[in-house]
T-cell receptor, first 112, second 120 residues
Framework: AQKITQTQPGMFVQEKEAVTLDCTYD???????LFWYKQPSSGEMIFLIY??????QNATEGRYSLNFQKARKSANLVISASQLGDSAMYFC?????????FGTGTRLTIIP | GAVVSQHPSWVICKSGTSVKIECRSL??????MFWYRQFPKQSLMLMAT?????????EQGVEKDKFLINHASLTLSTLTVTSAHPEDSSFYIC????????????????FGPGTRLTVT
């Protein structure tokens, strides 16, 4: 079974609109964490946001917020006021212990 | 802070030769480093976890004799692809954990820029 599922292989969004990237996960651990990374065409992995399983409030980092619904095992990334520079691959990842398992990614394209 | 470098950024080698990729944490000490492989348009797959001064732990299906990992210091880990073949062509990315106070999360991994390996 997939540990991390990203069901949107690609998304096109108009500039300045908000966008939600979906991520669901599967784990039997009580302590775990969810990350979102951005990978532009150059290849580097850029950390966006982190949510720990015991964090009661949804994480926010600037224009990024994580909609964490623990009972549904979902950790969707919300990008507000999208910009052209947001066009990239986005990966959701789950931490179990020290290991990260990545989803298959969503390619986000921002349309001017 | 928390910068990880990789060298080389890209390499082309002939089939049957070996190639070494370096991963360095530039401004922090990394007791643990991770090596990932990413095939085109696919996700990152963890290959191995490298702890300073001890043997690497390989994920299931990864040949430890083919992908030699050495983590001799707190700032350097190396991955050597031995007897490379065209199917080893991939994007190799390392990451490192910073256990210092600079980390936004004690579990955060800082990623290097990656090394693109092409085996002809």
């Amino acid at each position: 079974a997939q540990k991390i599922t990203q069901t949107q292989p690609g998304m096109f969004v108009q500039e300045k609109e908000a966008v939600t990237l979906d991520c669901t996960y599967d784990t039997s651990d009580q302590s775990y964490g969810l990350f979102w990374y951005k990978q532009p065409s150059s290849g580097e992995m850029i950390f966006l946001i982190y949510q720990g399983s015991y964090d009661e409030q949804n994480a926010t980092e600037g224009r990024y917020s994580l909609n964490f619904q623990k009972a549904r095992k979902s950790a969707n990334l919300v990008i507000s006021a999208s910009q052209l520079g947001d066009s990239a691959m986005y990966f959701c990842a789950m931490r179990e212990g020290t290991k990260l398992t990545f989803g298959t990614g969503t390619r986000l394209t921002i349309i001017p | 802070g928390a910068v990880v470098s990789q060298h080389p950024s890209w390499v082309i080698c002939k089939s049957g030769t070996s190639v070494k990729i370096e991963c360095r944490s530039l401004d922090f000490q990394a007791t643990t480093m991770f090596w990932y492989r990413q095939f085109p348009k696919q996700s990152l797959m963890l290959m191995a976890t490298s702890n300073e001064g001890s043997k690497a732990t390989y994920e299931q299906g990864v040949e430890k004799d083919k992908f030699l990992i050495n983590h001799a210091s707190l700032t350097l880990s190396t991955l050597t692809v031995t007897s490379a073949h065209p199917e080893d062509s991939s994007f190799y990315i390392c990451s490192a954990r910073d256990l210092g106070i600079a980390a936004r999360s004690s579990y955060e991994q800082y990623f290097g820029p990656g090394t693109r390996l092409t085996v002809t």
